[in-house]
Nanobody, 124 residues
Framework: QVQLVESGGGLVQSGGSLRLSCAGSGRAISSYTMGWFRQAPGKEREFVAG????????VVADSVKGRFTISRDNAKNTVYLQMNSLKPEDTAVYYC?????????????????WGQGTQVTVSS
């Protein structure tokens, strides 16, 4: 099993940047395909970005493409989400997730392990 803890959320102005971290414990996160999801008030949880076990492949949602970058440092047992050019519509609780297997999936039901979430608020 793996435990995931997100950090780095907070309040940022529109156009600003923020980097989220997801720290793993227990089983090494190198065993897992990792993803970031977000859920805004009144909205369903949506896929943001995913990364393969080695970090060689990534998938980024169209809504954040060109602005967000997912990366991982398996030696530090940590996954990151670099968020640039933030917009108010990026405001949400951001969740880190892990799944067994090699495929990057875009639905939350495919991920078996979840962090507690971290709030990101982007002001106008």
């Amino acid at each position: 099993q793996v435990q995931l803890v997100e950090s780095g959320g907070g309040l940022v102005q529109s156009g600003g940047s923020l980097r989220l971290s997801c720290a793993g414990s227990g089983r090494a996160i190198s065993s897992y395909t990792m993803g970031w999801f977000r859920q805004a008030p009144g909205k369903e949880r949506e896929f943001v970005a995913g990364i393969s076990r080695s970090g060689s492949s990534t998938v980024v949602a169209d809504s954040v493409k060109g602005r967000f970058t997912i990366s991982r440092d398996n030696a530090k047992n940590t996954v990151y989400l670099q968020m640039n050019s933030l917009k108010p519509e990026d405001t949400a609780v951001y969740y880190c997730a892990a799944r067994d297997g090699t495929l990057i999936r875009t639905t939350n039901g495919e991920y078996g392990y979840w962090g507690q979430g971290t709030q990101v608020t982007v002001s106008s």
